[in-house]
């Protein structure tokens, strides 16, 4: 059984909506992932938040937004987004060695229609 | 820079026969990890195996089996008697000590199809 869960699994949104993804982990991890994944492609990280640190792909737009409020919970705001947003969400958590990640462990995701 | 390369796009075989995936990587890094993810149609990304760049140890667990080759650069999958619950796509990840927070390098997947 995963250790990080995701909710909903499932969510239809219009275009002018405001939703929230939810992620929790259990594994006492410092460092928590959103990733975007499209139909056959591999996952692209969104936003890292290291010790509740955050940082940001350059490339994600200010219609997503990350919010941490401790370490163990993540979620990821959503906001006036375009279809070219469906895809799998999909979070994960890591300890840190020595600056280089340690396993990612995932949670099942969230696929996300954009109507 | 990183980068992971699968070349294998789709790997098709029929229960029972063995299937290699193979994966190589680049990085100027001494110290890194390399993993394998399992993705079946549920979605969820599966953590197989993770190795770290000074311990080339081959592994095996149950029907899998992980070559690791700083050489070449490799580091193989081998699924050995597959079965149906084996389709899946396949993703080799990197990570580098000298990436910026925390950076996974995914290569593109292999996708396996495993038929009766």
């Known amino acids: 059984d995963t250790e990080v869960t995701q909710t909903p699994k499932h969510l239809v949104m219009g275009m002018t909506n405001k939703k929230s993804l939810k992620c929790e982990q259990h594994?006492?991890?410092?460092?928590m992932y959103w990733y975007k994944q499209k139909a056959k492609k591999p996952p692209e990280l969104m936003f890292v938040?290291?010790?509740?640190?955050?940082?940001i792909n350059e490339s994600v737009p200010s219609r997503f937004s990350p919010e941490c409020p401790n370490s163990s919970l993540l979620n990821l705001h959503l906001h006036a987004l375009q279809p070219e947003d469906s895809a799998l969400y999909l979070c994960?958590?890591?300890?840190?060695?020595?600056?280089?990640?340690?396993?990612?462990?995932f949670g099942p995701g969230t696929r996300l229609l954009v109507l | 820079a990183q980068k992971v390369t699968q070349a294998q796009t789709e790997i098709s075989v029929v229960e029972k026969e063995d299937v290699t995936l193979d994966c190589v990587y680049e990085t100027r890094d001494t110290t890194y990890y390399l993993f394998w993810y399992k993705q079946p149609p549920s979605g969820e990304l599966v953590f197989l195996i993770r190795r770290n760049s000074f311990d080339e140890q081959n592994e095996i667990s149950g029907r899998y089996s992980w070559n690791f080759q700083k050489s070449t650069s490799s580091f193989n999958f081998t699924i050995t008697a597959s079965q149906v619950v084996d389709s899946a796509v396949y993703f080799c990840a990197l990570s580098a000590l000298g990436d910026s927070w925390g950076k996974f390098q995914f290569g593109a997947g292999t996708q396996v199809v495993v038929t009766p």
């Open positions: 938040y290291s010790y509740e640190k955050l940082s």
């Open positions: 994960a958590s890591s300890s840190f060695v020595g600056g280089a990640v340690e396993t990612q462990y």
């Open positions: 594994m006492g991890h410092r460092a």
